[in-house]
C-alpha cells in the first residue's frame, strides 16, 4: 500500500491576509514611477507573519519598516502610502502618522478591528478587560494600545492569579483573533472560577479560519502518524495550529512546523505511513505544494482530503483604495 498525506482544507489564506496581501498589491499595480528614488509603498512590519509573502512583496518594490520612525518625511510630502498590517496598530501609531501627515492605507483585518472596537466600548461602559493573547504580538500590542491602565493582559492559566478584581468592578473577557480554542478553555474556566460575575463578549474574538483550521487539522491528525504545519515561527496561528495538531496525534506521532519544503527532515518520516499537512492562515497554497512534492519524492504518493467547511468569508479593500481605486498619490 502506498504511503499517504492527508491534506486539510481548510487551510492556508484566510479573508483577512488575502485582503492585506490584496491591498499591498493593488498599490504596486497602480503606483507610477518612482518619486525621487521613494518607493511606491512602505509597510509598517511584516502585511502578513509569512517570510515568503514579504519576500515576494519586497521584490515588488514595497519596503517593509519596524516603525515610522524609519520613513522619511519626504515620502509623506510625496504622499507615498504607507499600509498598517493585518495585525493592526495601537492608537499612538496612528496619532504619528497623522501628525507627519501620511497617507496611510490601514489593512488591519476587520475581525481584529472589532477587537478594537469593543475595547472601546467596554471601556466607555466602565469595564475592566481581560485580555488574552501573547505579550509582544503585533496585534496584542495594538489592542492593548488602545487602552493600556484598563486592558490587562494575560497569556496562561497561571497569570489568572495575578489578577486582582473586586465584585464591585465591571470585568470583561477579550482575546486575541489567532489563540486556539483549546489553548484558552483553561484559562477561561479559570478566570470564571475566580471572576464569576466576568462577562464574556456575545460571539468568541477567536477568528473563524483559526477554528476552522484547527478543526480540520484535528480530523488530518486522527488520520495520521506525524503532521506538518506550513508557517513561519512568527505566525502565532501557524503555531497554534502545530500545538493542535500535537495535541490530536498525541503519543502517535510528532507535528512539526516548516517555513517550506526546504525545512522538512526526511527523518521525521522513518516508519510513518501518514503525512497530515495544513497550513496556517497567512501561507500561500504553492508552499504547500512544495511540501507535497518533496514528501512524493520520499514515496508518499496518496493523496487525499479531509474537507470539514466551505470558507466564502470576503472581505472589500480599505475605505482608502475604494475611494482612490487607481491609488492616487
Known amino acids: 500500500m502506498a504511503k499517504r498525506i492527508v491534506l486539510a482544507d481548510p487551510r492556508g489564506f484566510c479573508a483577512g491576509v488575502d485582503r492585506a496581501i490584496l491591498t499591498v498589491q493593488t498599490i504596486l499595480k497602480a503606483a507610477s514611477a518612482r518619486v525621487d528614488g521613494l518607493p511606491p ?40 502610502p504607507i499600509v498598517f498590517s493585518a495585525h493592526g496598530v495601537s492608537p499612538q501609531v496612528k496619532a504619528e502618522a497623522a501628525r507627519r501627515g501620511m497617507h496611510v492605507v490601514d489593512a488591519t483585518c476587520p475581525l481584529v478591528s472589532k477587537v478594537h472596537r469593543e475595547v472601546l466600548r467596554f ?8 485580555y488574552i493573547g501573547h505579550r509582544g504580538h503585533d496585534e496584542a500590542v495594538g489592542v492593548v494600545g488602545e ?7 494575560i497569556e496562561h492559566e497561571a497569570d489568572v492569579d495575578s489578577l486582582d ?11 486575541q483573533t489567532t489563540l486556539s480554542i483549546d489553548e484558552t478553555a483553561g484559562t477561561i474556566a479559570a478566570l470564571k472560577c ?27 491528525a486522527e488520520q495520521s502518524d506525524s503532521v506538518v504545519i506550513v508557517g513561519s515561527a512568527n505566525s502565532s496561528n501557524s503555531v497554534r495550529l502545530m500545538e493542535v495538531a500535537q495535541g490530536a496525534l498525541g503519543e502517535r506521532g510528532r507535528a512539526h512546523r516548516v517555513d517550506d519544503a526546504n525545512e522538512l527532515d526526511p527523518s521525521w518520516f522513518d516508519g510513518v505511513e501518514a503525512v497530515g499537512i495544513s ?18 519524492a520520499q514515496g508518499f504518493t496518496d493523496v487525499s482530503t479531509v474537507e470539514t467547511i466551505k ?6 479593500l480599505p475605505a482608502e483604495l475604494r475611494r482612490k481605486p487607481s491609488q492616487a498619490r
Not at 471601556?123 to 481581560?130: D, L
Not at 487602552?147 to 493582559?153: A, C, F, K, N, S
Not at 478584581?165 to 482575546?175: G, S, W
Open 41 to 80: 509603498v512602505y509597510v509598517r512590519r511584516q502585511i502578513v507573519h509569512n517570510r515568503h509573502v514579504v519576500e515576494d512583496l519586497a521584490a515588488q518594490g514595497a519596503v517593509f519598516v519596524q516603525e515610522l520612525a524609519e520613513i522619511p518625511d519626504e515620502a509623506a510630502a510625496a504622499g507615498i
Open 123 to 130: 471601556v466607555r461602559e466602565g469595564y475592566e478587560i481581560i
Open 147 to 153: 487602552d493600556p491602565v484598563h486592558v490587562h493582559l
Open 165 to 175: 478584581f473586586r465584585p464591585e468592578q465591571k470585568l470583561v473577557l477579550l482575546t
Open 194 to 220: 475566580r471572576f464569576p460575575w466576568m462577562k464574556e463578549p456575545p460571539s468568541s474574538d477567536i477568528c473563524y479560519a483559526t477554528s476552522n483550521r484547527q478543526a480540520a487539522v484535528k480530523l488530518v
Open 279 to 296: 497550513s496556517g492562515a497567512s501561507v500561500p497554497d504553492e508552499l504547500v505544494a512544495g511540501v507535497i512534492e518533496a514528501l512524493r
Open 311 to 316: 470558507e466564502n468569508m470576503h472581505f472589500v
